[in-house]
């Protein structure tokens, strides 16, 4: 079964990087968009990036220039590079796969536990 592991989180001052990872691990048939997500303190979750299999990236107006997503299809990895990181990129981050477990599968999201990311001013 499509099991999501994420690392790369912790704490970084303002201006400062980070880089997640996101692995799908188990067995698994095809992965279609893969993305990131985050959650502020009392806010609702909100898209951050997303990667197609094939195609153009899409990025939240509030990272575009910043955050940089990418995949590598033969490690089922997808990863978020965070530059030039605010105050206000602290949240817990979310790792997203749209992935078939079998051929005959429909089509399902999957979510990693979690990240935090910390962004100290």
């Known amino acids: 079964q499509g099991r999501l592991v994420e690392s790369g989180g912790g704490l970084v001052q303002a201006g400062g990087s980070l880089r997640l990872s996101c692995a799908v691990s188990?067995?698994?048939?095809?992965?279609?968009?893969m993305g990131w997500y985050r959650r502020a303190p009392g806010r609702q979750r909100e898209l951050v990036a997303t990667i197609p299999s094939g195609g153009n990236t899409n990025y939240a107006d509030s990272v575009k220039g910043r955050f940089a997503i990418s995949r590598d299809n033969a490690k089922n990895t997808v990863y978020l590079q965070m530059n030039s990181l605010k105050p206000e990129d602290t949240a817990v981050y979310y790792c997203?796969?749209?992935?078939?477990?079998?051929?005959?599968?429909?089509?399902?999201?999957?979510w990693g536990q979690g990240t935090q990311v910390t962004v100290s001013s």
């Open positions: 188990g067995s698994i048939f095809s992965i279609n968009t």
């Open positions: 997203n796969a749209v992935l078939k477990l079998y051929p005959w599968s429909d089509l399902n999201a999957y």
